[in-house]
């Protein structure tokens, strides 16, 4: 797919505040500093359509950009547990949550992973609560510049392994990197294929 315009629409932390429309919808999540922003960057060609920064914490609302007027792409805040009050229980942060359990027009999660480090317990309990919620989810691999290729390939090996432990298949992924461009095509394509589906 050619992205002929992107533009940034609406943020906010309010689901019910989400654009009124019926577009087909892909959201980026995942830890703070994993590269959500500039993967939206690098996707839409668009050196600064959303914030990024060297700092996590950059990206702190759901955030709307309408793609060739037929699609929304959304940029996300890191996300990070929220204690419960009189509880040890820890929960995701509220907002977004709500968002994946209450936008029925998201068709489909991007859960991003740093391609450098090991499986963390946040991502992996991310994904859990996906598939409970029935949400359908990809994995993205980023900042694969940053690794040598053998590594990154032992990196992602390990990281399916790890997957196959609690999932009956490796769900569908992709590795990107921001920088080179690495996995733009393989992606746009992917959800061309899905909004051509639908
Ligand atoms: N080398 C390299 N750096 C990257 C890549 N993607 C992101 N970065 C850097 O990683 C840092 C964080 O990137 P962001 O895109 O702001 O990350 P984010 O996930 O949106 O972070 P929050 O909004 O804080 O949750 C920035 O310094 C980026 O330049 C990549 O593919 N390669
Ligand atoms: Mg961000």
């Not at 890191?78 to 949550?97: D, L, P």
């Not at 991310?126 to 989810?137: A, D, R, S, Y």
Request: proline share 5%; with cysteine; aromatic share 10%.
């Amino acid at each position: 797919m050619k992205i002929k315009t992107a533009e940034f629409v609406i943020s906010n932390s309010k689901v019910d505040h989400c654009p009124n429309s019926t577009l087909p919808e892909y959201a980026f999540i995942g830890r703070s500093n994993v590269g959500k922003s500039s993967l939206i960057n690098m996707l839409t060609g668009r050196k600064s359509l959303a914030k990024t920064s060297a700092k996590p914490g950059k990206t702190q609302l759901i955030n709307h950009f309408l793609i060739n007027n037929n699609w929304h792409l959304v940029d996300l805040p890191g996300y990070g547990y929220a204690q419960v009050s009189k509880s040890t229980k820890k929960v995701f942060q509220k907002f977004i949550t709500a968002y994946f359990k209450k936008r029925e027009q998201m068709i489909c999660a991007f859960v991003l992973i740093d391609s450098r480090h090991k499986p963390q317990p946040i991502d992996m309990e991310f994904m859990q609560w996906l598939g409970e919620h029935n949400i359908p989810f990809c994995i993205i691999f980023t900042k694969a510049d940053k690794l040598k290729p053998k590594i990154l390939d032992k990196n992602i090996e390990n990281y399916k392994n790890e997957m196959l432990e609690s999932w009956v298949e490796m769900p569908e992924y992709f590795i990107t990197s921001a920088t080179s461009k690495l996995g733009q095509d393989d992606i746009l394509d992917y959800i061309e294929g899905i909004n051509n589906s639908i």
